[in-house]
């Protein structure tokens, strides 16, 4: 079992609905991120937190609205999105400098 | 200039072989290298990290580095079609805390 849990796997949201993404990680890690993934495309930076305080936001339209209650878990908010923002979310996390461990994924389709 | 680049691929080697994977990045003061590996439809899985100018091998993997030329490549010796997956290279930036900054990744065909 992965260290890292994101629910759900996969999701099918129309342009006016509003979903939220949820990422839970068992490692003991401190910082937790979102990540874009999209064909054809390296993985882009959404949002990084530290010790549950957003350290960075990486140009993420408003559409996208990240929340962390406490080190353990993160959510993304979804609401309005456009069919361009169909992709593979990855939430990841990291305790120091020796990499990040990602979680499965949810595959995001917008119609 | 991209911040990390990867020959996109796909590289295709015969089973048995050794594969070589390389990354080069743009600023100097990274600090450390690291290989994901990514099957497809899963999502990036660490196999290796690097941060001193040499090798460090790991089994069948040997991560090189050559900060002076801002270079980083992946061994894979005995290459099997399990291998078969996308190589991402990523970077920790300079004065970017532990954030990774990734390539678009290489491509592995290993046939048998």
């Known amino acids: 079992e992965t260290g890292v849990t994101q629910t759900p796997r996969h999701l099918v949201m129309g342009m006016t609905n509003k979903k939220s993404l949820k990422c839970e990680q068992h490692?003991?890690?401190?910082?937790m991120y979102w990540y874009k993934q999209s064909a054809k495309k390296p993985l882009e930076l959404m949002f990084v937190?530290?010790?549950?305080?957003?350290?960075e936001n990486n140009s993420v339209p408003s559409r996208f609205s990240p929340e962390c209650p406490n080190s353990s878990h993160l959510f993304l908010h979804l609401h309005t999105l456009q069919p361009e923002d169909s992709a593979l979310y990855l939430c990841?996390?990291?305790?120091?400098?020796?990499?990040?461990?990602f979680g499965q994924g949810t595959r995001l389709t917008v119609v | 200039q991209k911040e990390v680049e990867q020959n996109s691929g796909p590289l295709s080697v015969p089973e048995g072989a050794i594969a070589s994977l390389n990354c080069t990045y743009s600023?100097?003061?990274?600090?450390?290298f690291f290989w994901y590996r990514q099957y497809s439809g899963k999502s990036p899985e660490l196999i290796m990290f690097?941060?001193?100018?040499g090798d460090k091998e790991d089994g069948r993997f040997t991560a090189q580095l050559n900060k002076a030329s801002q270079y980083v490549s992946l061994l894979i010796r005995d290459s099997q079609p399990s291998d078969s997956a996308t190589y991402l290279c990523?970077?920790?930036?300079?004065?970017?805390?532990?954030?990774?900054?990734f390539g678009g990744g290489t491509r592995l065909m290993v046939k048998p």
């Open positions: 690097i941060y001193s100018n």
């Open positions: 490692l003991g890690h401190n910082a």
């Open positions: 600023d100097r003061g990274s600090q450390s």
């Open positions: 990523a970077v920790n930036i300079r004065n970017a805390g532990n954030m990774l900054t």
């Open positions: 937190y530290n010790f549950k305080e957003q350290t």
């Open positions: 990841a996390s990291s305790q120091d400098w020796r990499g990040a461990f």
